[in-house]
């Protein structure tokens, strides 16, 4: 399994990014995908994760309502994280990650240690 992320840029408060993640390796159409950032001196978190095989998505409170992930209906192989609305503090590396399944709420993959593989990151800056 494969993922990159990129989009990642500079961009000043209130503005917007929107970041991919391209995954492969996955047989079948049932995996999750989270999203995470890490910032410098701070531990990595979860941001957002949707399921494959239902779309079913959560967020960490503190970008709901200003980000929103999808997967692109043309290509099903790329995941979206539109970011609104960005902040200082949203600022950090970001990354995409992948695991098989299970019966979990999809809150569960914003845990990073339940995530299997992992991407390079792309770097966001808020700043004006």
């Known amino acids: 399994v494969q993922l990159q992320a990129s989009g990642g840029g500079s961009v000043q408060p209130g503005g917007s990014l929107r970041l991919s993640c391209v995954v492969s390796?996955?047989?079948?159409?049932?995996?999750?995908i989270g999203w995470f950032r890490q910032a410098p001196g701070k531990e990595r978190e979860g941001v957002s994760s949707i399921r494959s095989s239902d779309g079913d998505v959560s967020y960490a409170n503190s970008v709901k309502g200003r980000f929103t992930v999808s997967r692109d209906t043309a290509k099903k192989s790329v995941y979206l994280l539109q970011m609104n609305n960005l902040k200082p503090e949203d600022a950090a590396i970001y990354y995409c990650?992948?695991?098989?399944?299970?019966?979990?709420?999809?809150?569960?993959?914003?845990?990073?240690?339940?995530?299997?593989?992992w991407g390079k990151g792309t770097l966001v800056t808020v700043s004006s």
């Open positions: 390796g996955f047989i079948f159409d049932d995996y999750a």
């Open positions: 990650a992948a695991r098989l399944p299970g019966y979990e709420d999809p809150s569960y993959y914003l845990r990073p240690e339940t995530m299997e593989n």
